[in-house]
């Protein structure tokens, strides 16, 4: 599902106007990504949790050449789902 066929399935869950649901849709993403981005975790109980995780430096090697490369540290967005999302999904 990409984010036009999500937008349509809102508009038929809730009867927003499909204008509405972008705005709503644009709104839960942009909340969600400046909280993240403040190093906040955010919760939706029953749905699963947004939280950032340190990816510590680290040395790789190129596949083509053999060369070792240095990775630099970095943060990462991750999604972890909540039981009621996994006993859905499972059912």
Known sequence: MNKAELTTAIVKKTGFTKKDAEKALAAVTEVITEALSAGEK??????????????PARVARNPRTGEQIQIEASKAPVFKAGKALKDSVNA
Do not use: K, Y
């Not at 955010?42 to 990816?55: A, D, H, K, L």
């Open 42 to 55: 955010v919760q939706v109980v029953g749905f699963g949790s947004f939280e950032v995780r340190n990816r």
